[in-house]
């Protein structure tokens, strides 16, 4: 669907937000060496945190961080039920270490997430009587949520994952029916964003997903993102995670999905790569949290070691992924991996636990693996 040309001038005045955030950001990021460094003037590089770097003072992850990474996103600290386990009580010490490791290292700040249907202690939707709550009461406390986490690090936190994965897995093509979007409607993501920017006007302000690729996805998001800039909503870009496999989606997907959400004068995020290297446990290739499988040995291959031939197909897989973003780097902002290494990956326990993945560009070490060697060579 064409947008039209008032939500397209709407994006589009938004969209120098987003570009003056990531010029800000590379700019005034401390001048790290490795990835960051080599990619400055192409987009961000960041990498996710995990709340046990930052708690149990992981020095050598920590060193890691400052050294390759210009952006840094909390992978975990910043979710309602970690951030705001009940309604009047909140644990701010991950977070707080989180933000001011980011400042500390001049780099661009990412909060993740506010509004997602995961993560989210289920008072939330309750009223005292644990019937649904009414519309009234949970805008209510999603604003209370908003307003005093975004407010909290205004000024340091410079874009913020304000939705998350509002579009259904059966058919991807309909709302998700979760709480929010059964007792709220679509109002429940306009309001999300119209609360975090009333909060902090600064602040760049994402709609991020997974499968973005999917040209059903595609065709619900177009629609659903231009009647919310249509409303004036302040969506100032879109973050695909890109939870990717060896072997697909395929680099003409992917590029699609860059172009359908560039034109829409949306800035481009990448914001959770990384790239599976084990047996898919089932075709299913979401990253829908609450999914899991049984596991098994012969979806375990690796368990004491990559082999050299997927290492290589690993770096070739990673490298072709990094040719695309660079040739789309004006729609590009970021590219954040979601993890720092291969130790601290949700992929070794998702979607089946206890296995041993390979997804990111440091191995267990902290060492530089040939896929972050296939990157680095693309730009040195
Ligand atoms: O910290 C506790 C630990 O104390 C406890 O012993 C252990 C027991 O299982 O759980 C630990 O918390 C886990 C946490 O990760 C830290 O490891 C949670 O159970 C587990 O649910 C949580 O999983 C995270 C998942 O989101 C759900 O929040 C993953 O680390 C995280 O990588 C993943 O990231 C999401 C993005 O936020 C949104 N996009 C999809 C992506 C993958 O699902």
Redesign the pocket.
């Known amino acids: 669907m064409k947008m039209n040309r008032r939500n397209f001038v709407l994006a589009a005045s938004l969209a120098p937000l987003s570009a003056c955030v990531k010029t800000q950001a590379i700019s005034s990021a401390v001048k790290s060496s490795g990835l960051a460094e080599a990619y400055r003037d192409k987009f961000l590089v960041g990498a ?1 945190v ?3 770097t930052l708690m149990n003072s992981d020095v050598a992850d920590q060193q890691l961080l400052k050294s390759e990474f210009n952006s840094i996103t909390a ?2 600290c910043q ?1 309602w ?2 951030i705001h386990p009940e309604l009047d009580r909140w644990n701010w010490e991950a977070s707080d270490r989180f933000v001011k490791f980011g400042i500390e290292n001049k780099q661009h700040v990412l909060g ?2 506010l509004v ?1 249907h ?2 989210i202690p289920e008072h939330v939707f309750r009223d005292s009587d644990q019937n649904l709550a009414s519309p009234g009461l949970l805008k209510s406390r999603m604003e209370n949520h908003i307003n005093t986490l975004v407010d909290r690090y205004k000024g340091k936190i410079d874009t913020w ?1 304000v939705v ?2 509002i579009v259904s897995d059966d058919g991807y093509d309909k709302w998700r029916e979760s709480d929010w979007y059964k007792i709220m409607g679509p109002e429940f993501f306009y309001h999300a964003f119209k609360t975090a920017h009333a909060a902090d006007p600064k602040a760049e302000l994402l709609y ?3 499968n973005m690729h999917y040209k059903s996805k595609q065709v619900f998001l177009k629609r659903a993102l231009s009647e919310a800039l249509d409303r004036g909503v302040p969506i100032h870009g879109v973050g695909l ?1 890109a ?1 990717y496999m060896l072997g697909e989606p395929s680099i003409e997907e992917i590029e699609r999905a860059i172009e359908v959400y560039a034109e829409m004068g949306l800035s481009v995020h990448i ?2 790569l990384d790239v599976d290297v084990l047996p898919a446990a089932f075709e299913y290739m979401g ?3 609450s999914t899991s499988f049984e596991y098994s040995d012969e979806l375990n291959p690796y368990p004491n070691g990559l082999p050299e031939a997927v290492a290589e197909e690993l770096a070739t897989r990673y490298a072709e992924l990094f040719k695309l973003f660079i040739k789309h780097k004006d729609s590009i902002s970021r590219v954040t991996t ?2 720092t290494t291969d130790a601290n ?2 992929k070794n ?2 979607p089946v636990k206890g296995r041993t993945n390979y997804p990111l560009l440091f191995d267990r070490s902290g060492n530089p693996k040939k896929a972050y060697h296939s990157v680095l060579g693309l730009v040195s």
Do not use: F, L
Request: charged fraction near 30%.
């Open positions: 996710a995990s709340t046990d992978e975990n979710k039920e970690e993740h997430t997602w995961s993560q994952d998350n994965e991020n997903d997974y995670q939870h914001t959770e990253a829908e949290i979601w993890g990956s949700w326990n998702w």
